[in-house]
């Protein structure tokens, strides 16, 4: 178990490019997450998976977002034509369900900074 | 729609002290309760998770209650240490459709000075 990770790190993109961004969650979890963090706030969501199904994209902000999770195990987030204000750090979570009462488990985030 | 908010917002204490952080939501219809600390540009670190049933957990110098009824959760911290220094976020958890999407306060950032 090596916990969730994420990829890139860091993306610099210009604005009107698109950009994808991989999550790789802990083996066998079976819950997925996205949330998305601005300087000086909490984390807010964005969309989640059981399984291959993505059960709730309410927090999406509009539908230059997209996600997917092909096979139940690895996702992609893809934000189409960026703007300015898409810059944050994205942030991938995994979890089990039953166990540990669900209790999420974060990966590193991926920077996205758009000029 | 549920909101989390924690105070203060940021916390300066000397190395040794105890230290509570606050932590308060709007809607106690709450699955669970986590708390997280996060160091500069890092992921988030499960540090207590409390089930809507329970009141308190513990784990080494850390303990977070849970009073659900009134909306409020506190996380003690003992015996601080200048490792201690991160941003520590409550984030509660909701689930319509079975999904226990988290819903995060703006977090304490606490310095611990030797």
């Known amino acids: 178990d090596t916990g969730v990770s994420q990829n890139p790190r860091h993306k610099i993109t210009k604005r009107g490019q698109n950009v994808t961004f991989r999550c790789d969650p802990i083996s066998e979890h079976n819950r997925l997450y996205w949330y998305r963090q601005t300087l000086g706030q909490g984390p807010e969501f964005l969309t989640y998976?059981?399984?291959?199904?993505?059960?709730?994209k309410s927090g999406l902000p509009s539908d230059r977002f997209s996600a997917e999770r092909t096979g139940g195990s690895v996702s992609t987030l893809t934000i189409q034509r960026t703007q300015q204000e898409d810059s944050a750090v994205y942030l991938c979570?995994?979890?089990?369900?039953?166990?540990?009462?669900?209790?999420?488990?974060f990966g590193p985030g991926t920077r996205l900074t758009v000029l | 729609k549920q909101e989390v908010t924690q105070i203060p917002a940021a916390l300066s204490v000397p190395e040794g002290e105890n230290l509570v952080l606050n932590c308060s939501f709007t809607d106690s219809a709450i699955y669970n309760l986590q708390w997280f600390r996060q160091d500069p540009g890092k992921g988030l670190t499960s540090l207590l998770l409390i089930q809507s049933s329970q009141r308190e957990q513990t784990s080494g110098r850390l303990n977070a209650s849970l009073d659900k009824s009134s909306g409020r959760s506190t996380l003690y911290i003992a015996a601080s240490q200048p490792g201690d220094s991160a941003t520590y976020l409550c984030?509660?958890?909701?689930?319509?459709?079975?999904?226990?999407?988290?819903?995060f306060g703006t977090g304490t950032q606490l310095k611990v000075e030797l």
């Open positions: 998976f059981q399984n291959e199904a993505q059960l709730d």
């Open positions: 984030a509660v958890s909701s689930n319509p459709g079975g999904g226990n999407k988290l819903t």
């Open positions: 979570a995994s979890s089990l369900e039953g166990l540990l009462d669900n209790e999420q488990f």
